[in-house]
């Protein structure tokens, strides 16, 4: 069975910093590129970060670009977003997410973990 | 940037009827498109991708439709655990990788 557990959220002052990490299990981490998508209170679904099965190409939403940082650890089965100069409006559930190579959708997802930026 | 507009904001339907949601690209995204659930305090389940195939057991009333710019969502019959809100998805163009629409909530009338 596919599993995504994220944890690492939680309450941090505005400008602070906070990592994320996804467990990933039921499947071969390494041959599936992932992301992370959050989600405001209240509001719709927005993508933050994707990442390369390899690692080697990573993308960022506009938003985030300059603050956020992506990465895994595949023989981890792990998945990470470091986020610093951190904002009130980056408050929300974030979700990791696995897609497959090329044109694919997010198949699975995590349960998600709460970030509160707030002073 | 591709945007996606979803309508309506909100649909109200009565259990047992056919709901009809729409999804408009605002450049072509061929059959790259993906439909989710999200009901409250969940995390999102994908329904529907490739414009039109049910994903891994995801029952036969929803059905998808469309190509390119314009496309549905159709639940044959609402049953009570489909109240929840629906969010379409384009992974045609990226990045950024998934561009997703404003959701559809659909409630109980």
């Known amino acids: 069975e596919v599993q995504l557990v994220e944890s690492g959220g939680g309450l941090v002052q505005p400008g602070g910093s906070l990592r994320l990490s996804c467990a990933a299990s039921?499947?071969?981490?390494?041959?599936?590129?992932m992301n992370w998508v959050r989600q405001a209170p209240g509001k719709g679904l927005e993508w933050v970060s994707y990442?390369?099965?390899?690692?080697?190409?990573?993308y960022y939403a506009d938003s985030v670009k300059g603050r956020f940082t992506i990465s895994r650890d595949n023989a981890k089965n792990s998945l990470y977003l470091q986020m610093n100069s951190l904002r009130a409006e980056d408050t929300a559930v974030y979700y990791c997410?696995?897609?497959?190579?090329?044109?694919?959708?997010?198949?699975?997802w995590g349960q998600g973990t709460l970030v509160t930026v707030s002073s | 940037e591709i945007v996606m507009t979803q309508s309506p904001a909100t649909l109200s339907v009565s259990p047992g009827e056919r709901a009809t949601l729409s999804c408009r690209a605002s450049?072509?995204?061929?059959?790259?498109l993906a439909w989710y659930q999200q009901k409250p305090g969940q995390a999102p389940r994908l329904l529907i991708y490739?414009?039109?195939t049910r994903a891994t057991g995801i029952p036969a009333r929803f059905s998808g439709s469309g190509s390119g710019t314009e496309f549905t969502l159709t639940i044959s019959s609402l049953q009570s655990e489909d109240f929840a809100v629906y969010y379409c998805?384009?992974?045609?163009?990226?990045?950024?990788?998934?561009?997703f629409g404003q959701g559809t909530k659909v409630e109980i009338k």
């Open positions: 990442i390369s099965s390899s690692g080697s190409t990573i």
């Open positions: 039921g499947f071969t981490f390494s041959s599936y590129e």
């Open positions: 490739g414009a039109s």
């Open positions: 450049q072509s995204v061929s059959s790259n």
């Open positions: 997410a696995r897609s497959g190579g090329g044109y694919a959708p997010f198949d699975y």
């Open positions: 998805q384009q992974y045609n163009n990226w990045p950024p990788k998934g561009t």
